[in-house]
Antibody, heavy 119, light 112 residues
């Protein structure tokens, strides 16, 4: 069974950093691209960014709203994807979801982790 | 960026009756590889999103056959043939043809 479990969320002050982790199981993690999607309270879904599998260079893409502040990485030996968030703003407050990106789209989602940016 | 526009934003439906949601993209979603990366996701209250339909019309594993997707180019539709109580939630279309991947605003399906 495919499982994605996010961790690392919490309350953080504006301007500070936070790192989220997404621990995967039930599939060969290294074979898949992974994405992060966020959802502000009461709002819709916003794509944050994406990391390709190593077979496709392991390169990344980001939404304009986070580019230069957020970094996605992966450790295939541990089946973990990371979202490093720097220079956090109040508008980054959201539930952050880790998703597997396959030919079928964003086919599996974690339960999400809440990040609250507030002084 | 490709803008995804859904209509309606709210859809009160009687149990057992059909429901339909439209999604229009600001440009063609046909990828250079010939595929159209248009998906539909369902988000039940308090739950993470769940993939229903991918590449316009393919039902994901475990998705009931009352859900169907259609369309081409810039116009797409999700249909629920007979709405059940468990179908209550918000439905999103999403494109992955071009970065950044983008979502529609969401359509709330509720029971009348």
């Amino acid at each position: 069974e495919v499982q994605l479990v996010e961790s690392g969320g919490g309350l953080v002050q504006p301007g500070r950093s936070l790192r989220l982790s997404c621990t995967a199981s039930g599939f060969t993690f290294g074979d898949y691209a992974m994405s992060w999607v966020r959802q502000a309270p009461g709002k819709g879904l916003e794509w944050v960014g994406f990391i390709r599998s190593k077979a496709y260079g392991g390169t990344t893409e980001y939404a304009a709203s986070v580019k230069g502040r957020f970094t996605i990485s992966r450790d295939d030996s541990k089946s973990i994807a990371y979202l490093q968030m720097n220079s956090l703003k109040t508008e980054d407050t959201a539930v952050y979801y880790c998703t597997r990106e396959a030919a079928a789209g964003l086919d599996y989602w974690g339960q999400g982790t809440l990040v609250t940016v507030s002084s | 960026d490709i803008v995804m526009t859904q209509t309606p934003l709210s859809s009160p439906v009687t149990l057992g009756q059909p429901a339909s949601i439209s999604c229009r993209s600001s440009q063609s979603l046909v990828h250079s590889d010939g595929n159209t990366y248009l998906s539909w996701l369902q988000q039940r209250p308090g739950q993470p999103p769940r993939l229903l339909i991918y590449k316009i019309s393919n039902r994901f594993s475990g998705v009931p056959d009352r859900f169907s997707g259609s369309g081409a180019g810039t116009d797409f539709t999700l249909k629920i043939s007979r709405v059940e109580a468990e179908d209550v939630g918000v439905y999103y279309c999403m494109q992955a043809t071009q970065f950044p991947e983008t979502f529609g605003q969401g359509t709330k399906v509720e029971i009348k």
